[in-house]
């Protein structure tokens, strides 16, 4: 399957595209094709009462934000400099200057633990949280099952969290390729077993279906491809020896972590948080045409995203080298090129609702128009934040950290009352103005200012 796809990529290797482009390109795509289908089913197998708790699962699924706190970040970025001086042999291997080697791996150890401890604390409290959530805001006389689907869901999160040290630290080590394949066919047969869950009538059982089938091709790239590092942190895990060159997490990595962490639960109210609020307030149906409309929205953010994410582990090598001056004509490059996909997708989006809203029945599932254009003129947006935001934490440093937390609060108070008295139309108009208003503006102000710091050392 890989030399498939490699041969398509070659063919293609215009606008940038390489294999760990390509492969995420493929992945939304799959996901461009998956996505209505998937849909089509929640349309015609859903209620539009089903349809909001499904997208409200989803939305508070991703609170476990405030349990991995902004690790992920952390280890690709510091992995990414360990490996500016190391390689990958044939087998899977870390190979190189053995001081970057140790640290490299007591990075990964240190990070598995922190993600155990993680995982049995988000399963302890996300379960009764959600429960509680549901049960004040049950709408009466509902005719399916929710609260089974919301603990394996849960337990799925949990256990799909173990793996993602793992993701991290080899997105960071640079085989981007590698992690894009695997989430690409990661993405695949979670979507075949979530059409297959819902086509038989599993109702909201589809949510942990989605994580069983990413766990399963998670386990699988891992145990095939890098399974001496699976090993070697097992046996160093087991063992507690201590390195000599050991990364100083309080030292290190938690100076950096928790800046990351109040940005990430800053993100989560900045984008998460309209789904939980209208199901509260205004039912789950409306909940679910904001939960639909954002899935396709965010979609089309994830594949302009590609450019960036997969050119981050240059960033922090050409820093590591302090090449500064191809840092800066590469970061150029990519921003314009996920610009310019976001600009073209976003038209295409607008087009194709349109066509649904016009012709089809399913358009009723979505928001209106006016707050879809909204929302994709939100999304490029946060396309230039992003793309500044990276350049600045590839220097592993977090300067946004307040302007996030500022951002956040912003929207969260315009969320919550703009929502309550206008619903979804308050929301979206709100988060437009404090995007114009604070988070581009503050974005570039921070950027300037630390690149002045950053060319005085």
């Known amino acids: 399957m890989i030399r498939y796809f490699d041969n398509i990529i070659v063919n293609i290797k215009r606008f940038g595209v390489n294999r760990a482009i390509g492969y995420g390109v493929f992945s ?12 089509i089913l929640i349309a ?13 699962y ?24 360990e490996f500016a001086f190391l390689k990958w042999d044939s087998n899977g291997q870390v190979t190189g200057k053995e001081e970057h080697r140790e640290r490299f791996i007591d990075l990964l150890v240190k990070a598995v633990k922190w993600y155990v401890v993680s995982a049995i604390i988000l399963i302890t409290v996300l379960v009764p949280v959600g429960l509680y959530f549901f049960s004040q805001s049950a709408v009466k006389g509902v005719e399916f099952s929710w609260e089974i689907p919301w603990i394996l869901a849960v337990i799925g999160v949990g256990c ?17 390729a590698g992690i894009n394949f695997m989430m690409m066919v990661g993405g695949i047969v979670s979507s075949f077993i979530c059409w297959f869950v819902i086509a038989l009538g599993g109702g909201l059982y589809a949510i942990p279906a989605i994580t069983l089938g990413s766990i399963i091709v998670g386990i699988i790239y891992l145990y095939k491809s890098k399974r001496a590092l699976l090993k070697i942190v097992y046996l160093q895990a087991l063992t507690s020896a201590r390195s000599l060159n050991a990364i100083s997490w309080w030292g290190e990595i938690w100076p950096m972590q928790w800046k990351i962490a109040l940005s990430w639960i800053s993100g989560y ?68 090129q996920s610009l310019i996909v976001c600009f073209f997708l976003s038209l295409g989006l607008l087009v194709f609702i349109v066509f649904l809203k016009s012709y089809t029945s399913i358009g009723g599932r979505f928001l209106s128009v006016t707050q879809i254009a909204l929302f994709l ?37 315009s969320a919550y009352f703009l929502g309550v008295l206008y619903s979804s139309m308050g929301m979206v108009s709100g988060r437009l103005v404090i995007s114009i208003v604070w988070g581009i503006p503050s974005t570039y102000y921070c950027l300037t200012t630390f690149k002045k710091k950053l060319y005085m050392k």
């Open 28 to 39: 939304r795509i799959w996901s461009v094709f998956a996505g209505p289908l998937t849909i």
């Open 44 to 56: 015609y197998r859903f209620s539009k009462t089903e349809q909001g708790y499904y997208y409200t």
């Open 58 to 81: 989803s939305s508070l699924l991703t609170l476990q934000v405030f349990f991995e706190l902004g690790l992920t970040t952390v280890l690709s970025q510091f992995a990414a400099h």
């Open 160 to 176: 799909n969290l173990l793996l993602i040290p793992f993701y991290a630290v080899i997105t960071g080590s640079g085989d981007v």
């Open 269 to 336: 109210f900045i984008f998460q948080l309209y789904t939980p609020i209208l199901f509260k307030y205004h039912g789950p149906i409306v909940a679910g045409q904001m939960g639909m409309t954002l899935s396709v929205v965010n979609s089309v953010q994830a594949v302009a995203l590609i450019w960036l994410n997969t050119k981050s582990p240059e960033f922090g090598k050409l820093i590591a080298k302090k090449e500064f001056r191809g840092l800066n004509q590469l970061f150029n490059q990519v921003m314009k």
């Open 377 to 413: 003129i939100i999304t490029c947006g946060n396309i230039i934040v992003y793309g500044w935001a990276t350049y600045m934490r590839a220097h592993k440093e977090e300067p946004l950290l307040w302007y996030s937390v500022i951002g956040a609060v912003l929207t969260a108070c």
